[in-house]
């Protein structure tokens, strides 16, 4: 199937978003390892909606996983992405070794040159998402957190729905915080050609 070309995407292209997968990789799925998230399930979802219209409008997608972190090490099974987000061809993907995905050289370098909004989601939200969000912040990027699109883990006897209430607040001083509808709603002037109105379009 080849998609109509969007004009809306040349026309102001610094205003382009880039949606960020952040980990999306089986560690965080997978019951009974050490990061996994119980409640991963709706955030999945959320994912898989953000992804799919980024898809169908031509909004760049980045891939940034851990790699070299002792649960993340190449090659195993479960630093291997999560089954329905392996990335396409045209997308980019960022190895990194610490919280930030602007510990990626390479990320940081294609997002500081071409300077467009970033909408991140994925996992861990209280641990990469925040520490993305804040290095974005200071980098002079413009961050959305799609808060609904992403879990957190439980910390200090805090159950991790707590937790992620109170990430996505803390989120509010560096980045915009919005759920996955929302922000596939106001991203509509990215949608293809084809799917827009035209005012003759019943004559």
């Given at each position: 199937?080849?998609?109509?070309m969007?004009?809306?995407?040349?026309?102001r292209p610094?205003?382009?978003?880039v949606?960020?997968?952040?980990?999306?990789q089986?560690?965080?799925e997978?019951a009974?390892?050490?990061?996994?998230?119980?409640e991963?399930?709706p955030a999945l979802e959320n994912?898989?909606?953000?992804l799919?219209?980024?898809?169908e409008s031509?909004?760049?997608?980045a891939?940034?996983?851990?790699?070299?972190?002792?649960?993340?090490?190449a090659?195993?099974?479960?630093?291997r992405?999560i089954?329905?987000f392996?990335?396409?061809g045209?997308?980019?993907?960022f190895?990194?070794d610490?919280p930030?995905?602007?510990a990626?050289?390479a990320f940081?370098?294609v997002?500081?040159?071409?300077?467009?909004p970033?909408?991140?989601?994925?996992?861990?939200g209280?641990?990469?998402?925040?520490a993305?969000?804040i290095?974005?912040?200071?980098?002079?990027?413009e961050?959305?957190?799609l808060?609904?699109?992403?879990?957190?883990?439980d910390?200090?006897?805090?159950?991790?729905a707590?937790?992620?209430?109170?990430?996505?607040?803390?989120?509010?001083?560096?980045?915009?915080?919005t759920?996955t509808?929302?922000?596939i709603?106001?991203?509509s002037?990215?949608?293809p050609i084809?799917?827009?109105?035209?005012?003759?379009a019943?004559?």
């Open positions: 199937m080849i998609r109509p969007n004009p809306a995407l040349y026309r610094r205003s382009v978003p949606l960020v997968l952040v980990d999306m089986q560690e965080y997978v009974g390892r050490p990061l996994a998230l119980p991963i399930a994912c898989r909606l953000a799919n219209h980024a898809r031509g909004i760049q997608v891939y940034v996983r851990w790699i070299g972190a002792p649960l993340f090490q090659g195993t099974r479960f630093a992405w089954e329905g392996e990335p396409h045209c997308d980019m993907i190895d990194r610490r930030s995905c602007f990626s050289p940081a370098d997002m500081e040159r071409g300077c467009p970033l909408v991140v989601a994925g996992f861990a209280e641990a990469a998402c925040l993305t969000a290095d974005g912040y200071h980098r002079g990027q961050v959305t957190f808060a609904d699109a992403s879990a957190s883990h910390m200090d006897g805090i159950a991790a707590d937790i992620h209430r109170s990430i996505s607040a803390v989120m509010r001083s560096f980045a915009d915080v759920d509808h929302s922000w709603a106001a991203s002037p990215f949608r084809a799917a827009l109105s035209m005012p003759n019943r004559q």
